[in-house]
Every structure is written in structure tokens, then in C-alpha cells.
């Protein structure tokens, strides 16, 4: 018999594809399904960005290995960090990966020995505990209660372990809380891992979706950041750039060299047309993107406000592409709720337990349907009796 690696008794059936056959199950039946749990973006990329990759396309010579990212791209995330975040970026402060998921899985490599702690938040995106871990390092988990604002307790936390702990993972707007941050939390945790020597690994993938005249932010514009983090910032989610796969790391350029250093192994670069792409979705109007994050800030409310109309408590997102909610009276267990939720109404969500022990009992619904058909599964969960007022 073959044995695998025992890390692979970790790494269970992703609960996308559990809710993905349970979807087809019931498409199977005739039934309608309102899918609210994978967190792919349904806008299309700006025309200026396809007709970029395509042009690209055309030639011969752009389907060699890239090895590198081309100046042109460079100069891109520079402008857009100036423009947009008011940050001043080098060039050996940047580097393409092959989307934040990747870059995540596979930073602490370069970062970590076996027995290094990372610290990463409860509940939070899986990839930041699984990235660690495929690194030998100890995960650590710092938690994020309602009680304080979902915001990780710097001062509660033990200093012997705070001795071995190699870097920590933040994130806000955070997948699956929906919570954002404000200047004073960023402000207080740069100067405290200065003092620690614990690098901050920034997700900013959802600065660009976040709701009620907040402003999105970079890390970096947080005096003597570049000493100690780094930032991963997407295509993804703002240019709907999702499949190209195209994200950046930014910050501390040591980290960025050694990082660039470990990936050099494993990869000859982004696709060319694919880093055009790129440059022109940059470089481009930022119209899209606001008019965009105002049609999820429109799904956010017909949601979010929908539910609490019918009896189902639930605060509204600040920000992603995500809102997140207590699982309704008379409930106890996430994942039973969701499989019953989907079989009486066909809205499929993620249970919260996907994301962490603290996101027991709790949902995550995507905003990725127009308005009037999330008021259409907001109206079927009203009718299925499953809210009690």
C-alpha cells in the first residue's frame, strides 16, 4: 500500500467541493440554487484589460519563459501603490506571484525553520494556517472575538511564545468577518513587532471592496513598516482578474529578494500576456472599480438587511466580497444548518467552522449574485420557515 505524507492527514476534502457536490446534487433534482459560497467574482475583467492580454497574445515571442516581471509592470504597481495608498515603492520592493493564495502557501519557506511560530488569526482564511504549516513552522492561532471588534488582544499575548514566533498573519478587510481595521490598531501593531522582531505578512486583497465611505489602505503607509512586513496585494477581487492569477508582494525588500530567491526554484514567471494584462488594468481608470464596489455594497444591503427584515440577526459587512452571520435561533451547529439550508431553499453558504474553532456557529454568504436574485433566496428563506422571530 502506498503511504503519503503524514501532513496529508491535515489537509481534509476542501469544503468547496463538499458544497460544490451537494450543488450538483440538487441541480440534478431540477432544483434552483442560489450560490452564495465560493467567492468568485461574477463581473467580467474592463474590456481594456482583455483586449491588453489578447493583443499580447498574438505574439510568438511573448509565450517563452517570462523569468521576470516585465519593467512595465514595475512601474504599474508603483503608480497605482502612489496613487492609490500614497505609498512610495522601489523596484527591488516588488515582486509578481502567481496569485496571494500561492504567495501565501509558500512564503514562510523562505521565511521559517521547522519549530518557528507563525501566528495567524481564528477565524481566518485556511491558507494562512496551511501555508505554515507545509513550512514545518508552528501555527499559533491569536483570536478574533466581536468582543473586540475582531481585532487580534497584541497585549494578551504570552512573551515566551512571542520569542519564537517568526511572523504574523494579518488581514483586514478579513475573509470571513468582514471586518476592517482602523489606523490605530496598524499604528500600535508595527512599533510592537518591530520590538518582537515578528515579520507582518499583510493580505490587502479586498482593500478595494469595502463599504459605507470607508477607505481601504496599505500597511506600508504606517511609519517603519517597510522594516518589518510585507503586503500582498491582488488583481483578483478589484479587476476581476481571478484566473490570470496575478498578485504582487511588496514591502521589506530583503524579504522580497529572499522571497523572490525561493520562487526562482520553483517558477520562470508569469505568463506575458498575463502581466499586459496587468499593466493595463493598473494603469486604467479607476471608475470600474468604484462603480464595482458600489453594486456589492448594493448586494450587501439587499442581504444583509433582507435577513434582519425576515428575523435573522446579522450586522453588515464593512467590507469583501463576503458578509458573515450568526447562525439563526434554534440552531447549533454550522454545518448541519448549511446542508439543511440548502436543501430547503437550494441557497448554498459556507459554514464557519471552515475558517477556524471561533467561526463555529457562524456563516459565510459570497456577494456574488445581482441584487434581485439575492432578494429572490432572501425570500426563500423567509418562506421555508427555517427564521424564527
Known sequence: MIQFADRMKDYEAGIFQVLNDKKAEAEKQGRKIYNLSVGTPDFPPAQHVVDAVVEAAKRPENYKYALIDIPELIEAVQKRYEKRYGVTLEADEIMSVYGSQEGIAHICLSLCNPGDVVL????????????????????????????????????????????????????????????????????????????????????NAYSDIIYDGRMGKSILRIPEAKKISVEFYSLSKSFNYTGARMSFLTGNKEIVANFKKLRSQIDYGTYLPVQYGAVAALNGSDQMVKDQCAEYQNRRDALCGGLRNIGWHMEDSEGTMFAWAKIPQGYTDDVDFVMELVEKTGVLCTPGSSFGSLGRGYVRFALTMPVETIKEAVEAIRCSGMIYH
Open 120 to 203: 495567524v488569526p481564528n477565524p481566518g482564511y485556511p491558507i494562512f494556517g496551511i501555508g505554515p504549516s507545509l513550512a514545518g513552522a508552528e501555527v499559533v492561532t491569536y483570536n478574533l472575538t466581536g468582543e473586540n471588534h475582531y481585532l487580534p488582544d497584541l497585549d494578551s499575548m504570552d512573551e515566551g511564545m512571542l520569542a519564537r514566533a517568526k511572523c504574523m498573519i494579518v488581514s483586514y478587510p478579513l475573509n470571513p468577518v468582514c471586518k476592517t481595521a482602523p489606523d490605530e490598531f496598524y499604528e500600535k501593531l508595527i512599533p510592537w513587532a518591530i520590538k518582537h522582531q515578528i515579520v507582518i505578512i499583510h493580505d
